[in-house]
């Protein structure tokens, strides 16, 4: 027996055709805002008559999260014939949240229960995250490709009518700018699509106040977000968003919204598909923000990241470097960072350390405020720092009042004092870039954090560390980024490394492949040579590295793997005509006995020694440079200190680096030099 395939038999048999209803109407789409607006949303969307009667009217319910909200009965101005469709506005829908799931089922036609469910019921998710200008007036840039376009846009209420259009463009490798004004405090969606999308990709952008709120550039199918105008509060504060991007740029876009997962505020890239770095500036009203950058392959950014700070450099994330793996990058537990920023910070010398150990003091510039409210409230009045993985997870917040125990002595300063991973539980991990904030806390109430730092807790690194040029302000010495004169008498100094007897000084100009190489036994050195001099006029890139065994190996070859260049930071030095003088290393003299400093205990043991400054005013540089020369002149121990218990303390750890005799002992700060002599008796 043969079968018979009846799609090849169309004239022998005739199939019955389906019986149209009477009374049948279909959802065709949801076409209101998908997120909510002040909280509430008024739903529209699109019906089709599809019975053969005509419809006057619809009853249609509304559920939210599985609960019905309303039933309404929605009776037509102007009937629909069978096939015609119309666009309702469905009863409001208070007390939305992102996230909340929305049903639209039809239950009659003309008080008739519908009579096929097909197409009776649809269901919207309300977690769009819309973009938000501070106003209403705006720009919308429409790029052009290198090939000819048909490009549109329109922006529709929350009833889904246009309120503004453009289009079509249609000129290829142009741009079109197009200025709109929307009533404020309004909500919207905002729609572009290039019906001929080919090779020559075009692009379109919504912008306020130099703000990229909405940039699309997927324009094949139908694109859309939602818009809203806000209050109109001005933008007070810019903000810059520095990303360094591989060679897949375009695979990275970053967006900020508002904290707790709000509206899109300012938004950038994707990126040119090539290596480099691009700065983008957001001017944002006072209040909270979270920042998340995508990659969108999933492999991070190959030596690249991101840096965001403040108009005057202050930094408020610093990921330079290091995102490097995953498709997002944000802080962790829906973090976020406040303006305007803070003033509180670390000191000089805690600040971008990458060289911690456990059990070292993490210090904090001492606030007045705090510590005037020593011994007045003491429970309420300290410090909260604030360490955070800018890549996510880790975030820990650790407030120490003047009541905190640290192992450090009860001062108006301890509160200060943060002794890495000294409290349980929330450990910091080694080789981890994290950022850190503080904040100062007054009777309970809590400054704006301040800017950030980088850390790293790395035992390894911190057996030898990297060093560079001076750069503690207010020194006399400050060498990083300053000025000096050609010839004798004339210094440049590094930040001195413990334990290291063999120091270099590698000058260079790249663009003339100029580089030469000084090595001194000690951490300065003098601008005075005869062989490849520096010429004045001229600025230089300046690195240093140090050594703990005369030069046979450098600091980074205690880390495993060997870092491949094994010089510090870069700094700046240029060399000038005047006569400007470094600071001739002579034999310190003791100071005058009205402003004499004291150690105790003298004569010491060879180990710790505290460092007592009377005379030292309490607003000068946060951070001392200690040195201490044997009875030939010869420096054999110098660092920097933090200082203690407000400004005329300083904790100096010997650690049997001194052999038996008299010493003198120098404490700089600023343009102030104390020394007085220290007997060594092990």
């Not at 200025?179 to 952008?205: H, M, Q, W």
């Not at 199918?221 to 360094?244: D, M, R």
């Not at 100062?440 to 030898?464: H, I, K, M, S, T």
Request: glycine content about 12%; some cysteine; hydrophobic content about 40%.
């Amino acid at each position: 027996m043969k079968r018979l395939v009846l799609g090849t038999l169309p004239f022998l048999f005739a199939l019955p055709l389906l019986a149209q209803t009477t009374y049948d109407a279909k959802i065709l789409e949801y076409t209101g805002l998908k997120y909510a607006c002040g909280g509430a949303a008024t739903p529209v969307v699109r019906i089709k008559n599809i019975g053969t009667a005509t419809m006057s009217g619809c009853v249609v319910e509304t559920w939210k999260n599985g609960l019905i909200q309303n039933s309404f009965d929605w009776q037509l101005a102007i009937p629909a014939a069978s096939g015609e469709t119309r666009q309702p506005a469905l009863p409001t829908v208070a007390g939305l949240q992102p996230g909340d799931a929305l049903e639209f089922r039809i239950i009659s036609v003309n008080t008739i229960p519908d009579e096929d469910p097909v197409g009776n019921i649809l269901s919207v998710d309300m977690d769009e995250v819309p973009a938000s200008a501070t106003g209403g007036t705006m720009d919308v840039e429409v790029s052009i490709g290198s090939d000819p376009a048909s490009v549109t846009w329109s922006v529709k209420n929350a009833l889904a009518q246009v309120v503004a259009s453009g289009g079509p463009y249609e000129d290829a490798n142009a741009t079109f700018t197009e200025n709109i004004s929307l009533p404020a405090g309004g909500c919207y969606t905002f729609f572009a699509e290039d019906a001929t999308r080919s090779a020559g990709a075009s692009a379109v952008k919504v912008m306020r106040d130099g703000n990229t709120l909405i940039h699309a550039t997927e324009l094949a199918s139908l694109f859309e977000k939602g818009l809203t105008t806000g209050n109109g509060v001005p933008c007070t504060n810019n903000v810059e968003v520095e990303v360094t991007t591989d060679i897949f740029g375009g695979q990275d876009h970053w967006e900020m919204v508002t904290e707790g997962g709000g509206a899109v505020v300012c938004t950038g890239g994707p990126f040119a598909d090539e290596a480099g770095t691009t700065t983008s500036t957001c001017c944002l009203p006072d209040g909270c923000y979270q920042l998340r950058v995508y990659d969108d392959a999933g492999d991070g950014i190959s030596g690249g990241g991101y840096l965001v700070r403040v108009a005057s450099g202050a930094r408020i994330i610093d990921n330079v470097g290091n995102f490097t793996s995953g498709s997002v990058s944000a802080i962790g537990s829906g973090g976020s960072f406040c303006l305007p920023l803070g003033t509180d910070r670390l000191i000089a010398s805690s600040c971008d350390k990458l060289d911690w150990t456990n059990g070292a003091y993490v210090v904090v510039n001492a606030n007045p405020a705090v510590t005037a409210q020593y011994g007045i409230s003491n429970a309420t009045s300290g410090y909260q720092i604030w360490w955070f993985d800018p890549n996510g997870g880790f975030s820990y917040r650790r407030f120490q009042s003047h009541n905190t125990l640290n192992g450090m002595p009860a001062s108006a300063t301890r509160a200060a004092h943060f002794r890495v991973n000294g409290w349980s539980g929330a450990q910091l991990q080694n080789n981890v870039l994290y950022n850190v904030r503080v904040r100062a806390r007054v009777n309970g109430a809590y400054a704006e954090w301040g800017p950030a730092c980088r850390f790293v807790l790395d035992p390894l690194r911190a057996q030898c560390p990297l060093t560079n040029l001076l750069d503690i302000a207010g020194s006399p010495y400050f060498s990083c980024g300053g000025a000096r004169a050609w010839g004798a008498g004339n210094y440049v100094h590094a930040n001195p490394v413990q334990g290291a007897n063999k120091y270099q000084f590698r000058f260079r100009i790249p663009a003339e492949s100029f580089s030469v190489t000084r090595t001194s036994n000690t951490y300065f050195v003098q601008l005075n040579w005869a062989v490849n001099p520096l010429q004045a006029g001229k600025t230089y890139q300046v690195d240093v590295r140090a050594s703990k065994d005369g030069g046979a190996t450098w600091c980074t070859a205690f880390i495993a793997p060997e870092l491949v260049d094994a010089w510090g930071p870069l700094c700046t030095l240029t060399i000038t005509g005047a006569q400007l003088g470094g600071g001739l290393r002579a034999l310190p003299e003791p100071a005058r006995e009205d402003v004499r400093m004291s150690i105790f205990p003298n004569p010491a043991d060879g180990g710790v020694v505290l460092v007592r400054l009377p005379g030292l005013a309490t607003d000068e540089s946060d951070v001392s440079l200690v040195e201490i020369f044997d009875l030939t002149g010869k420096c054999v121990l110098a660092e920097r200190v933090a200082r203690r218990s407000g400004a005329n303390e300083l904790v100096v750890d010997l650690s049997g680096r001194l052999g038996d005799g008299m010493y003198l002992v120098t404490v700089r700060q600023g343009a102030t030099a104390h020394t007085e002599r220290l007997v060594v008796h092990h």
